[in-house]
């Protein structure tokens, strides 16, 4: 009975369910001193005799599963010493307890001969199993990294540029479809025949500002000249010509209709430039001539409404562009959308919701044009450069241009599709990482970027599939996501997002973004969080160790376009996103990559003709996402947070001191933090798996504490993000004070310095209270 009870309790251990890398590496070694403990409990029964023995053994003949049963059933008892130095410590022990045995039985003693016999096989047997527990899982724990990281090249070596090229170049073909269906159905189709699980489309009738019948134009009055957003002279052929173009240069959820008004150059449109326009002129019911980048453009225009202007022309200064970029002549589409669906903002369109009428989201009327109307309407030459020096468009200050403006576009309700599919995960099922791509969607602008961020996302999923075929699973369920309805203001994710907003506050762990990944081919630039940098750095370093061009890593926390967004601003979630630039277009102006030009002057195979940068940024983006979704602690660095806020209130910014000092009380937490809960539990000997559990749950939802609920328009609501990789500061403080220029008011100033305090005020407490949490968990135990 005896060798039978030690091989099934150890048997039992070896197919125990559930485990992973969590569980100690001595549980066998613990298992078999239990074993001899129970072992010890039998022979310490004082009712342990002959009938006790003869009828368990009986017991046992006559039903061998019972037996098994009952054994398994066992608990094993705590000792709190090991059986055998108490037998060392109590020489008698075996003498009092035979001397107790009636002498008219002799054969008793020859039983309890027999039991020491068989406690010294079980003493032997665990010495044995405890030494290749201890010398192997050990050893296990110390190179679980190695052995995970050769996983992760395992399932990354399998992507092939020239896999992606070809799926590019077929996605491309697709896009000439009127209806953006069939590129969602291919999409689903394609993951699914990859083995992905549960794809599926998820669908939104939502409110569409699209292009109307005809083309809007510009006209001058002193000439009676007219002219299409592109430059060209309104005509019949012209229209003909380029229909497609003409229509999608517009700005969605404009206003509609025709102003005819003095043009007043405001240049980018910042706090002083309009404080020194109005010093000059009456800017009611005027027509802006407004350059894009710098600031948001939602931003600026919520400037100008407040100065009265009524309408906009809207252009890029070449000047500001790369000189391999040629877009003189170029049009493009704005969307003035902040996110979502305008009919339902806050809240998702789903069958039953109360539509709001909001055709325009602005009184202004909103025309994209092209650099090269600006100079005829300023009457400037097309060739701005001399002596290899750029002179920027600007209307002189004297001169005065009368231009009339005509803007037709209709508000539809259409069908937004998204594609989601699951990988679930093995040991956390219900913590999620989001990998977001977006698809074209019909009615909108006619750039390849979607199909390259497509591409990218299929070729993952292929390289991942072909190890879960093989038996293998991440620990965290990633979910893969195609959003619809990107070009109108993410409406895609952001309703996917507010639909299932309490499931994802609670279960996503991170983003990552796929968007746009090739708009350049000179500079890897990558954005995350300041949680998520540090493994960003590494992960870029690590590649770079393995090509002969390596590059200095620029990682920063900035405002990116794309679906990011509600997961970012609304959630909280951190996130991370992979892309190729050209050094020049980071050196100028931000956010020039709102415009979306209709035809892109430098195609995408161009940039990429071997789809090697297509390659990079999915085995970057990849190993990220896999490392998120395997490892036991997620690799995210609450100190580099605190970092970031002292870092963001440097400078000569006034009333900072009581932000600083409470900045410096966070960093204090957050080491305390990372020193006495991160450092344990990335250790395999010191790992609790409650305990992991909970850090884990701290990690994913620090940056939900830097969630502010009023921003200026175009601003991140989550404020660890700055405004470019120009500005450290806080922007919304930032703001704040050039806000003061305009009004002579401090107001403003005091609120955003509160929404700060609050914010850094609110982590330091969630740190702290989550170092409680552990210590009360910690004393009760004990």
């Not at 690799?635 to 409470?662: C, M, R, W």
Request: with cysteine; glycine share 6%; hydrophobic share 35%.
């Amino acid at each position: 009975m005896s060798k039978k009870m030690a091989y099934q309790k150890v048997n039992a251990d070896q197919r125990a369910p559930g485990h992973s890398q969590y569980l100690d590496n001595d549980d066998l070694q613990a298992t078999a001193l239990d074993l001899e403990w129970d072992m010890e409990k039998e022979l310490e029964e004082p009712g342990f005799d002959q009938f006790q023995l003869d009828s368990a053994e009986n017991q046992n003949l006559e039903n061998p599963e019972t037996a098994d049963l009952n054994l398994d059933s066992i608990q094993p008892a705590t000792s709190p010493k090991g059986r055998f130095q108490r037998l060392q410590e109590e020489s008698d022990y075996v003498t009092r307890y035979t001397r107790s045995a009636p002498k008219s039985n002799p054969c008793n003693f020859c039983r309890l001969l027999k039991i020491l016999c068989t406690a010294t096989i079980l003493f032997i047997l665990g010495i044995l199993i405890g030494y290749y527990a201890h010398k192997n899982c050990p050893s296990n724990a110390t190179t679980s990294g190695t052995l995970d990281l050769h996983l992760y090249q395992e399932i990354l070596k399998t992507i092939q540029a020239e896999d992606i090229k070809k799926s590019f170049r077929n996605l491309v073909q697709l896009y000439k479809s009127e209806d953006d269906t069939e590129i969602s159905k291919k999409i689903k189709s394609h993951w699914t025949s990859l083995g992905l699980e549960d794809v599926q489309f998820v669908n939104y009738s939502v409110l569409l500002n699209l292009p109307g019948p005809s083309a809007s134009s510009v006209s001058l009055s002193s000439s009676g000249q007219c002219f299409h957003p592109n430059g060209q002279p309104c005509s019949e052929e012209a229209r003909k010509h380029s229909s497609q173009d003409l229509l999608y240069s517009y700005a969605a959820y404009s206003a509609k209709g025709t102003l005819e008004a003095e043009v007043i150059d405001v240049s980018y449109g910042n706090a002083d430039d309009l404080k020194r326009i109005q010093k000059m002129k009456n800017t009611t019911n005027k027509i802006a001539l407004l350059k894009l980048g710098k600031l948001p453009l939602l931003y600026k225009l919520s400037l100008l409404e407040k100065a009265g202007f009524g309408g906009v022309l809207l252009y890029i200064d070449p000047c500001d562009l790369p000189k391999t970029a040629n877009l003189s002549y170029d049009t493009f589409m704005v969307s003035l959308n902040p996110g979502g669906d305008p009919s339902t903002p806050g809240y998702p369109s789903v069958d039953g919701s109360f539509r709001q009428n909001r055709s325009n989201l602005t009184s202004l009327l909103v025309q994209p044009i092209s650099a090269s109307l600006v100079a005829k309407l300023i009457s400037s030459p097309n060739s701005r450069t001399k002596n290899s020096v750029c002179s920027p468009l600007e209307l002189p200050n004297n001169d005065q241009r009368i231009v009339s403006m005509q803007i037709q576009t209709v508000t539809k309700f259409k069908t937004v599709t998204n594609v989601v599919g699951y990988l679930k995960g093995l040991t956390s099922p219900d913590r999620y990482i989001i990998v977001g791509s977006h698809h074209h969607t019909a009615y909108s602008y006619y750039g390849q970027e979607w199909a390259s961020s497509t591409a990218i996302i299929t070729a993952f999923i292929r390289a991942l599939m072909l190890r879960v075929k093989r038996g293998w699973r991440p620990d965290r369920t990633i979910v893969f996501c195609s959003w619809g309805g990107t070009a109108f203001g993410n409406i895609g994710s952001y309703e996917w997002g507010e639909d299932f907003r309490k499931v994802l506050q609670r279960n996503v762990v991170a983003y990552i973004s796929l968007h746009s990944p090739i708009r350049g081919n000179s500079s890897l630039y990558s954005v995350a969080s300041p949680s998520l940098q540090q493994l960003v750095v590494e992960k870029n370093n690590f590649n770079c160790s393995r090509r002969a061009k390596c590059q200095e890593t620029n990682v920063s926390s900035v405002q990116i376009e794309g679906d990011a967004d509600y997961f970012i601003n609304h959630l909280g979630i951190p996130t991370v996103q992979f892309a190729y630039e050209d050094i020049t277009a980071l050196e100028g102006p931000s956010f020039l990559s709102e415009a979306l030009f209709l035809k892109r002057a430098t195609k995408i195979e161009e940039m990429d003709p071997f789809f090697h940068l297509h390659e990079t940024i999915t085995k970057l983006s990849g190993e990220v996402i896999l490392q998120i979704a395997n490892e036991p602690v997620l690799p995210f660095n609450a100190l580099d947070i605190a970092i970031e806020v002292q870092n963001s209130l440097k400078g000569d910014q006034p009333y900072t001191h009581q932000l600083l000092a409470l900045a410096s009380r966070l960093r204090e937490s957050a080491e305390l933090f990372q020193s006495d809960e991160m450092r344990p539990a990335n250790d395999p000997k010191e790992r609790i798996p409650v305990r992991v559990r909970m850090l884990n749950d701290i990690l994913q939802d620090m940056e939900k504490s830097f969630l502010v609920e009023q921003v200026p328009p175009g601003f991140y609501r989550n404020i660890l993000y700055h405004l470019d990789g120009k500005t450290s500061q806080f922007s919304i403080l930032l703001e704040a004070w050039e806000h003061c220029k305009l009004l002579a008011s401090n107001e403003t100033i005091q609120e955003a310095l509160s929404e700060v305090l609050n914010s850094i005020n609110s982590a330091q407490v969630y740190f702290k209270a989550g170092l409680d949490v552990f210590d009360s968990v910690f004393v009760g135990k004990n």
